[in-house]
């Protein structure tokens, strides 16, 4: 390393070393502080600024729509809907800002609040804990859920592959994923996060700086290094990052293109890329390194817009090309003639609208690959909450409780089992079927929602702090576009079933979900509960069939059937109680609480007394493989 002394640059005889890459690099770079950085901490930066003119004051990313003349405040329609919707600010008076017309909010819509809202918003809620178990039902129909259907096979997709090929990132080819491999390794030896995320030996917000630009460019070194080793040697001697800036970028693009198409993938080195980037996209580190490591991801839209050959996703064979084709219980042949409709329909596409020699028919290829490798994380994510919607709707009645033995019903009350809600069966009954639901609208959108996420967290005027969330140092940072996302979706789940049970509040960067990264991993894990109880349902009539575990269920479970009540009812009324932390706010209804009651029901089912049949049908986890 060249040394402060021999590195030409002008220094201070009270300020010591300049700061500048090649000192930063340098042996002394424990004396340099960021000079423009006040010397606090993460923690104590001040985040707040004034809220621009013309823009909503509560989402501050959206154009005002609506006056609140008893507020005296301008909102978007979305936040005006969700901070009016019950108690005294629901008789409000407001105008729209566009043709001045008065108006009072009337439907319900999706809930965005401020934490004091938010705690307002709860206590008005009708199902808190402890409330009387024996209330009446909301009168809410319990539709079918049809949601956000795909085109079916045979059809005119219109323009539905259109609008979800933008958030579709393009499949890795063979020369890519050299490059992943190589990312993957570099991150799994990273200590970046260890040495970056922390508050202690006194390490201000300035000389974190200097920490970060110093790992962020070892890291870059060694990634050039390892793929020419010719460069990497120049790039020890010149320190000019800027001039690999491409490589960087695409290394780093694919690494998140990867990971978005496999969820499984990069568990443990997928945060440190992302906060890497986080901090590669602040101006301190920006102006030192002259360039910036983040670029978009290379979506299929992106790819066929470029060469002006959109109409491959309007193209009434394009069902045919991307379907993804399971055994089931249909024949071999069967299987196989699917598999060459497909193949023909792959074939017929990709020379129809190639661009020789720009966009060859191996590159249309690839993008109709992508798109079945949207349809099959849907089936391995989605779809396990269809099952599972399917059957609570099969084995249990809307209102009523038919078992004389009350096998049947879903009632629960707080205290008892772990419950911190009291719901009667009704009331159960509609607030695990409009959860399912929701999930189901979260995993059918969560590549748009991943691509709003990655936004929001590597946005350069969206500033994050280091804060104790009482898990441990995370970086709490507002996200506004993945936020009013999930308002929109949950707003398309309550319109479908007409009516909510429970809270509808979104924890978004706060102590709860401190940022984007957490939610997309949060929710990312539905299909790893879901998924191995199906399994273990739909493999039970098969151990069934066996003369000894016959005797052995008939005799610790009356049938079949009662086994299945017996699961599946535990789980209707476990996973839905609010028992995921210790109290209503946290856990209780609110829209991420329900997640956290059903991880906490996984935690508990080695001690349930039908666990034994989950070993016999081969569950060894729900972190396995299955």
Request: aromatic content about 8%; charged content about 25%.
């Amino acid at each position: 390393m060249t040394s402060p002394e021999l590195s030409g640059t002008t220094e201070s005889q009270n300020e010591g070393p300049a700061f500048s890459l090649e000192n930063i690099l340098g042996n002394d770079h424990d004396k340099l502080e960021h000079p423009d950085v006040r010397p606090e901490g993460w923690d104590e930066e001040d985040t707040e600024r004034d809220v621009a003119h013309g823009y909503c004051v509560e989402c501050e990313d959206q154009p005002a729509e609506v006056h609140c003349e008893t507020c005296a405040d301008d909102y978007c329609e979305v936040c005006f809907a969700s901070q009016h919707r019950k108690g005294s600010r629901k008789k409000h008076v407001a105008k729209s800002l566009a043709v001045g017309e008065t108006k009072t909010p009337s439907k319900p819509s999706p809930n965005r609040v401020t934490h004091h809202d938010a705690v307002q918003d709860v206590e008005m809620e009708d199902d808190e804990a402890g409330g009387d178990a024996n209330a009446t039902p909301p009168s809410i129909p319990i539709p079918d859920i049809v949601l956000s259907s795909q085109p079916a096979l045979g059809s005119d997709p219109g323009e539905w592959f259109v609008e979800r090929a933008k958030f579709i990132p393009l499949r890795l080819t063979l020369g890519e994923r050299k490059y992943l491999r190589l990312l993957d390794a570099a991150l799994q030896v990273s200590e970046y996060t260890d040495k970056i995320d922390t508050l202690g030996f006194g390490l201000s917000k300035a000389r974190r700086i200097v920490h970060q630009i110093r790992e962020l460019c070892a890291i870059l070194s060694g990634l050039v290094l390892a793929a020419d080793y010719k460069q990497g040697q120049e790039l020890f001697n010149d320190r000019d990052f800027a001039s690999n800036a491409q490589f960087y970028q695409q290394v780093f693009e694919l690494g998140r293109r990867h990971k978005i198409m496999n969820p499984d993938k990069m568990r443990t080195t997928y945060g440190k890329l992302v906060y890497l980037l986080q901090d590669s996209q602040t101006p301190e580190v920006r102006d030192m390194l002259g360039f910036s490591c983040v670029s978009p991801i290379k979506t299929v839209h992106g790819l066929l817009d470029q060469y002006g050959v959109l109409d491959l996703l309007r193209d009434p064979l394009i069902t045919a090309a991307t379907q993804e084709i399971t055994a089931g219980k249909r024949s071999r042949r069967e299987i196989q003639r699917d598999i060459k409709a497909k193949e023909r329909a792959i074939e017929t596409l990709s020379s129809k609208y190639c661009r020789e020699p720009k966009l060859p028919q191996e590159v249309v290829r690839q993008a109709l690959y992508s798109i079945g490798d949207n349809h099959a994380f849907l089936r391995t994510n989605r779809d396990p909450c269809d099952r599972m919607i399917g059957y609570l709707q099969q084995s249990f009645h809307p209102t009523q409780v038919r078992d004389k033995k009350n096998a049947d019903s879903l009632a629960i009350r707080s205290g008892r089992g772990g419950a911190r809600l009291s719901h009667d069966h009704a009331r159960q009954y509609v607030y695990v079927m409009q959860s399912l639901a929701l999930w189901r609208e979260i995993l059918h959108d969560m590549f748009h929602l991943w691509s709003l996420a990655e936004q929001d967290l590597l946005s350069e005027t969206v500033p994050y702090r280091l804060r104790d969330t009482g898990q441990g140092l995370n970086r709490v940072q507002a996200a506004p576009k993945t936020s009013r996302m999930m308002h929109a979706i949950l707003n398309r789940a309550q319109k479908s079933l007409g009516g909510w049970v429970g809270s509808s509040v979104i924890h978004m960067g706060d102590h709860n979900v401190p940022n984007a990264l957490m939610f997309i991993d949060k929710y990312s894990q539905i299909y790893r509960i879901l998924l191995p109880i199906c399994n273990t349902l739909s493999q039970m009539p098969t151990i069934y069939n066996s003369p000894a575990l016959r005797a052995y269920i008939d005799a610790e479970y009356g049938s079949l059937d009662a086994l299945y009540l017996e699961i599946l009812g535990d789980f209707f009324r476990h996973a839905f109680d609010g028992s995921g932390a210790d109290n209503f706010y946290d856990a209780g209804s609110c829209i991420d609480g329900r997640l956290t009651s059903a991880w906490n029901w996984c935690s508990s089912l080695e001690k349930k007394r039908y666990f034994p049949v989950f070993l016999l049908t081969g569950f060894n986890g729900f972190d396995g493989e299955w």
